[in-house]
T-cell receptor, first 118, second 111 residues
Framework: GAVVSQHPSRVICKSGTSVKIECRSL??????MFWYRQFPKQSLMLMAT?????????EQGVEKDKFLINHASLTLSTLTVTSAHPEDSSFYIC??????????????FGPGTRLTVL | QKEVEQNSGPLSVPEGAIASLNCTYS??????FFWYRQYSGKSPELIMF????GDKEDGRFTAQLNKASQYVSLLIRDSQPSDSATYLC???????????FGAGTRLFVKA
């Protein structure tokens, strides 16, 4: 159990376009989902925390108007990179925390989405 | 000072040896500690978590936690080439799920 999927796994787009990435918990309900970005040879950087039915909480330095997050249900969160530019090229990874889990519960990571902006 | 610090490596060990990975953290309020393995181009996968001082063993892996020293380590016994990856240390405060990751240590296991 505890499978998280992401779609698409890889996307190449032109500068100025918007890209939507979906994150789904397939066999559990996730009250909280997280969006991370990882540049080559660097660690995961938390972008935002998404709670079902409420606005996402963005980390310092992350533009909320550029990275739109919607957590429409207990199994789906989406990240939209608006007006993407080459510097947004990165590996975007979502994770989900299981509803009802204890405070030690780990996050379950999706497989990631490789975004390349030309 | 980074919240979670790891030696970036690479750490190179021969096959069959013990690999020792170390991590320090700055927030004394941290309660839960995780080790993730990340292969190149893939997302992290959880190896172990620990929240009590001492050792916790799971197969070839042993996590060690010393809250007084704000130190957590991962030992990999009988290292295999398939263990070659980047190992991420992560810490979390009690309650909630926000987790802070270290930059990771690259491990190479030579056949």
């Amino acid at each position: 159990g505890a499978v998280v999927s992401q779609h698409p796994s890889r996307v190449i787009c032109k500068s100025g376009t918007s890209v939507k990435i979906e994150c789904r918990s397939l066999d559990f309900q996730a009250t909280t989902m997280f969006w991370y970005r990882q540049f080559p040879k660097q660690s995961l950087m938390l972008m935002a925390t998404s709670n079902e039915g409420s606005k996402a909480t963005y980390e310092q330095g992350v533009e909320k108007d550029k990275f739109l997050i919607n957590h429409a249900s207990l199994t789906l969160s989406t990240l939209t990179v608006t007006s993407a530019h080459p510097e947004d090229s990165s590996f975007y990874i979502c994770s989900a925390a299981r509803a009802g889990g204890d405070s030690y519960n780990e996050q379950f990571f999706g497989p990631g989405t490789r975004l390349t902006v030309l | 000072q980074k919240e979670v610090e790891q030696n970036s490596g690479p750490l190179s060990v021969p096959e069959g040896a013990i690999a020792s990975l170390n991590c320090t953290y700055s927030d004394r309020g941290s309660q839960s500690f995780f080790w993730y393995r990340q292969y190149s181009g893939k997302s992290p996968e959880l190896i172990m978590f620990i929240y009590s001082n001492g050792d916790k063993e799971d197969g070839r892996f042993t996590a060690q936690l010393n809250k007084a020293s704000q130190y957590v380590s991962l030992l990999i016994r009988d290292s295999q080439p398939s263990d070659s990856a980047t190992y991420l240390c992560a810490v979390k405060r009690e309650g909630g799920f926000k987790t802070i990751f270290g930059a990771g240590t690259r491990l190479f296991v030579k056949a």
